[in-house]
């Protein structure tokens, strides 16, 4: 998946004038972000009850990458 995520990335980046690209997984969805941080995303923070699901107020946290980074 790792692999995957980077070759889409650089593909927008060489394609498009997009200079960052972010997401935003769900905090305890701990694989989404590992992919992220392996694939070259940095970490910007933590979104507090950010989205709601199931009725439960839920946490997502910020990745980012940019152009110059890749």
Do not use: H, W
Request: charged letters at 25%.
């Amino acid at each position: 998946m790792t692999e995957a995520v980077k070759q889409i990335c650089e593909c927008v980046f060489d394609k498009s004038d997009i200079i960052r690209i972010y997401a935003e997984p769900f905090a305890y969805n701990i694989a989404s972000c590992r992919v992220l941080e392996k694939a070259g995303f940095q970490y910007e923070g933590t979104l507090r009850s950010n989205a709601v699901k199931n009725g439960k107020a839920i946490d997502m946290k910020m990745y980012s990458l940019l152009k110059t980074e890749i």
